[in-house]
């Protein structure tokens, strides 16, 4: 593209590989920086909901990624016991209308992305400082380099350098709950999600390749445990007998405490996704608890639409302005419905008729909410723009 404009992405996980792939179709190869020294091997496997699919096929990234999970079929919802709570629900609607749903590992997803991109990710490297004028931030990385840039874009996590830098005061916030991860060896597992619950616990799991099952287990802690790495899979295991069938019997065969993920659940919230020049993505911009599968899928939303917006030439700032009215309504969403799922589950405390009225239901209570979270946001987008006009648009949030 003549005249592209210059783009740091800070930060070489799901939203910054995303992105950086999403730019370069429209010819706009970004400068790509990652605090570690490798993107993968950061987690272990993911559940990826038809939107993302939706969102991968716009920038012709979706059968890379399809290529590297298991399709799914069906969502179990069971008791502790293993007794049925309601009817099983049948994803092959959605996938057939939407794209398929997926399991997958995080090394699965991660290598899709980055062997799609051009861009050479400068590792061990991160953002240091920004000076300069707003409409084109001086960026000086940790590695002693400085760079001006047309647009930074922090996608670097919960833990964002890039959101400390333009929102100090936004720390995450603990949820209240935390969550165990792992992967396990499993002959010819079943394409199906299989989720427990009871009053402050949730355990899950599903196929994350042909021969490996993923389980993870949420429970509530009104402060996060100091679990030492020896004994995070004690505690895994402990909380998962509990239940019977799912995948209890898998975990307690679990000997490899470094194969096992401890984390306490953290959300992000900020005033505005960009300051300036700054933008703020996925996790970096609205972290939020993991209980409907929808931190990747608005991680990728997010990315797809910027690099949209940025990708068809507009104006830098109307396009941040843009961009911040179609995803903030969508984010929000999705945050006020996962927030109504874990309080109406305890998972963030004692469960009051008070409380939920405070967060009525977003979607249907029932495992339809995972028909009903797909959107085609572009969809919309591009229905606004054809009746409106960039301009009229950029107008109205001038």
Same mark, same amino acid.
């Given at each position: 593209?003549?005249?592209?404009?210059?783009?740091?992405?800070?930060?070489?996980?799901?939203?910054?590989?995303?992105?950086? #792939?999403?730019? @370069?179709?429209?010819?706009?190869?970004?400068?790509?920086?990652?605090?570690?020294?490798?993107?993968?091997?950061?987690?272990?496997?993911?559940?990826?909901?038809?939107?993302?699919?939706?969102?991968?096929?716009?920038?012709?990234?979706?059968?890379?990624?399809?290529?590297?999970?298991?399709?799914? @079929?069906?969502?179990?919802?069971?008791?502790?016991?293993?007794?049925?709570?309601?009817?099983?629900?049948?994803?092959h609607p959605s996938n057939e209308r939407y794209g398929p749903c997926l399991g997958?590992?995080?090394?699965? %997803?991660?290598?899709?992305?980055?062997?799609?991109? @051009?861009?050479?990710?400068?590792?061990?490297?991160?953002?240091?400082?920004?000076?300069?004028?707003?409409?084109?931030?001086?960026?000086?990385?940790?590695?002693?380099?400085?760079?001006?840039?047309?647009?930074?874009?922090?996608?670097?996590?919960?833990?964002?350098?890039?959101?400390?830098?333009?929102?100090?005061?936004?720390?995450?916030?603990?949820?209240?709950?935390?969550?165990?991860?792992?992967?396990?060896?499993?002959?010819?597992?079943?394409?199906?999600?299989? *989720?427990?619950?009871?009053?402050?616990?949730?355990?899950?799991?599903?196929?994350?390749?042909?021969?490996?099952?993923?389980?993870?287990? %949420?429970?509530?802690?009104?402060?996060?445990?100091?679990?030492?790495?020896?004994?995070?899979?004690?505690?895994?295991?402990? *909380?998962?007998?509990?239940?019977?069938?799912?995948?209890?019997?898998?975990?307690?065969?679990?000997?490899?405490? #470094?194969?096992?993920?401890?984390?306490?659940?953290?959300?992000?919230?900020?005033?505005?996704?960009?300051?300036?020049?700054? %933008?703020?993505?996925?996790?970096? #911009?609205?972290?939020?608890?993991?209980?409907?599968?929808?931190?990747?899928?608005?991680?990728?939303?997010?990315?797809?639409? *910027?690099?949209?917006?940025?990708?068809?030439?507009?104006?830098?700032?109307?396009? *941040?302005?843009?961009?911040?009215?179609?995803?903030?309504?969508?984010i929000e969403t999705i945050r006020a419905a996962v927030r109504r799922r874990t309080?109406?589950?305890?998972?963030?405390? @004692?469960?009051?008729?008070?409380?939920?009225?405070?967060?009525?239901?977003?979607?249907?209570?029932?495992?339809?909410?995972?028909?009903?979270?797909?959107?085609?946001?572009?969809?919309?987008?591009?229905?606004?723009?054809?009746?409106?006009?960039?301009?009229?648009? #950029?107008?109205?949030?001038?």
């Open positions: 593209m003549p005249g592209a404009p210059r783009i740091l992405i800070v930060g070489a996980g799901i939203a910054g590989l995303t992105l950086a #792939a999403s730019l @370069q179709t429209f010819g706009i190869t970004p400068v790509v920086v990652e605090i570690g020294d490798a993107s993968m091997a950061r987690g272990l496997a993911l559940m990826l909901t038809s939107n993302i699919v939706i969102a991968l096929r716009r920038v012709g990234l979706d059968q890379a990624v399809i290529g590297n999970g298991i399709v799914l @079929q069906r969502i179990v919802h069971m008791d502790p016991s293993g007794t049925p709570v309601e009817a099983a629900h049948d994803l997958i590992t995080r090394d699965g %997803l991660m290598s899709a992305l980055s062997g799609s991109i @051009q861009a050479r990710v400068r590792y061990s490297t991160t953002i240091a400082e920004v000076s300069g004028l707003p409409g084109a931030p001086d960026v000086l990385l940790s590695d002693g380099t400085r760079e001006r840039f047309d647009l930074v874009v922090g996608t670097d996590g919960v833990g964002s350098a890039v959101r400390k830098l333009i929102y100090p005061d936004a720390e995450p916030v603990y949820r209240r709950f935390c969550a165990w991860r792992t992967v396990m060896e499993c002959e010819d597992p079943d394409p199906v999600f299989r *989720l427990s619950t009871t009053t402050g616990s949730f355990l899950g799991s599903f196929p994350a390749g042909p021969a490996l099952m993923y389980a993870f287990l %949420l429970a509530h802690y009104p402060e996060p445990p100091a679990l030492p790495q020896g004994e995070r899979l004690a505690r895994f295991k402990e *909380l998962a007998a509990t239940y019977s069938g799912n995948v209890s019997p898998l975990i307690t065969r679990q000997h490899d405490p #470094a194969n096992v993920i401890f984390v306490p659940v953290l959300e992000v919230d900020t005033a505005s996704y960009h300051r300036g020049r700054i %933008l703020l993505i996925g996790d970096a #911009a609205h972290a939020f608890s993991p209980v409907l599968a929808q931190g990747a899928a608005m991680a990728i939303e997010d990315a797809v639409t *910027l690099a949209e917006l940025i990708g068809r030439g507009d104006d830098i700032d109307v396009a *941040l302005r843009i961009y911040e009215s179609r995803r903030r309504p969508r309080i109406a589950r305890g998972m963030e405390g @004692q469960i009051t008729e008070d409380l939920l009225s405070q967060h009525p239901a977003v979607f249907a209570a029932s495992l339809k909410v995972f028909d009903e979270l797909i959107e085609d946001s572009f969809a919309v987008l591009s229905e606004r723009q054809a009746g409106t006009g960039v301009s009229e648009v #950029a107008n109205s949030f001038s």
